[in-house]
């Protein structure tokens, strides 16, 4: 898996830090400050905000498209700008305070750092949000500061088209003048799987129980599949003791 590799690119939501369900509960806390009132689970407000982006994926604002559409779903009079900014009103409590790694992932980045790995972050979540991440939350902080082990970090800000486009992968490929050979790509969803394929990068799947309803695709179309960091360590270490 790591053999022969230099740059190891990660997903931030859902791959590096456990946020889907925050993201869930954000977007389902802002459809009731639209004034709905109904019964809609997070599985589903999730597979919506999937489907609504990718549609709109190669707009330059997907969010606010999505923000347009939630606003039309949901009978709210605001403007779509108004909801988009209600969204990351709503959002920053939660950003800073409850948002951490996922188990392991911050010993498995140390471990990569330690020998020699080049680490980059290639996010569709915006540059704002990003920087909470490196500069108020002390869950991510305090246990493998973001700067300090990331030697890139691409937005959504830092492309015109989002995944499963794969412009960013390029643009690594491209700034950092290396081959599609040189690197690997950990994703958990399937639109960020997709966007590896289409990069013609080999990727690996981290099992994330909000990517469940596209599991046979995620695993049908990525190069490896692990179910934690605990895991990815583990194979790490075999192979660094293979060279």
């Not at 790995?117 to 500061?145: E, G, H, Q």
């Not at 082990?149 to 830092?158: G, L, V, W």
């Not at 960020?192 to 129980?209: F, L, P, R, T």
């Not at 599991?215 to 360590?233: G, L, P």
Request: aromatic share 12%; with cysteine.
């Amino acid at each position: 898996m790591f053999k022969g590799k230099k740059v190891i690119i990660f997903d931030m939501d859902g791959t590096l830090i456990d946020s889907i369900g925050i993201w869930n509960a954000v977007d389902k806390t802002l459809i009731r400050k639209l004034g709905y009132n109904g019964d809609i689970s997070e599985v589903e407000i999730q597979k919506q905000r999937d489907d609504i982006l990718k549609k709109y994926s190669k707009y330059e604002n997907p969010y606010l498209e999505y923000s347009k559409w939630l606003g039309k779903k949901y009978g709210s009079e605001l403007s779509e700008e108004k909801i988009l900014n209600l969204r990351y009103e709503i959002s920053q409590d939660y950003l800073t305070n409850l948002i951490d790694y996922k188990i392991n992932a911050d010993k498995f980045i140390k471990k990569l750092k330690e020998n020699d790995f080049i680490l980059v972050i290639a996010s569709t979540t915006r540059k704002p949000n990003i920087d909470v991440y490196r500069n108020k939350n002390s869950n991510i902080i305090n246990k493998a500061n973001i700067d300090e082990y990331f030697t890139y970090i691409y937005t959504r800000d830092d492309v015109k088209e989002i995944k499963p486009n794969p412009e960013v992968h390029f643009n690594i490929i491209n700034n950092l003048n290396i081959k599609k050979e040189d690197c690997l790509i950990f994703e958990d969803s399937l639109v960020g799987v997709e966007a590896a394929q289409n990069a013609g990068i080999e990727c690996v799947a981290i099992y994330d129980k909000y990517s469940d309803s596209d599991r046979e695709q995620i695993n049908k179309i990525s190069n490896y599949q692990i179910f934690d960091y605990e895991e990815a360590m583990t194979i790490l270490e075999l192979e660094l003791k293979e060279k």
